[in-house]
């Protein structure tokens, strides 16, 4: 079955200094990775995701994610946060192929300081 | 196109009680989602359809739950006999293909509170 791993359930980063969320995932073929964001009263987003064509994926609102197969990962980065920036973060994956049921990480809520 | 909306956005009821959530997806999509999201994890995948038929059902769906999508629009998940451990936030989703990397597109949710 298919799983991700989200280490850190919470991340606090300075407005400016450079955003970095984790994701590990568990499959024995390359999969479908996303990235969604909930914005607090808010439905999930998609921020990115990988499907294949290209192992660096760029998103919305200046994020992107590096999909890395020697290392099972599909790790989050912004260069520079922001305030709006503050949010919860999940990772999620999905078979190689036809459509299967999409799960889902626990989330990484990402702080903001100013 | 005004997105996945979701009625009611909060339901607060008895244990034992029958409660009913109401998901409108986006017009013409058609993949249809629904999902349970409990404080601090990710969400859990319940069902999804296909047009109006029903492809899978996680085993998380007891027979307390059911799901339909008559005319292949708008979803209904119906919980009967409520009980504490089914206070969660329901949210539903919708895609308009087929392909396990389309986008699914969310609705804000229904928080659903068992007393």
Known sequence: AQSVTQLG???????????????NYSSSVPPYLFWYVQYPNQGLQLLLKYTSAATLVKGINGF??????????FHLTKPSAHMSDAAEYFCAVTPFGGYQKVTFGTGTKLQVIP | DTGVSQNPRH???????????RCDPISEHNRLYWYRQTLGQGPEFLTYFQNEAQLEKSRLLSDRFSAERPKGSFSTLEIQRTEQGDSAMYLCASSEGQRGDDEQFFGPGTRLTVL
């Open chain 2, 11 to 21: 339901k607060i009821t008895k244990r034992g009680q029958n409660v009913t959530f």
């Open chain 1, 9 to 23: 359930s919470h991340v606090s980063v300075s407005e400016g200094a450079l955003v970095l969320l984790r994701c």
């Open chain 1, 64 to 73: 992107e994610a590096e999909f890395k197969k020697s290392e099972t990962s």
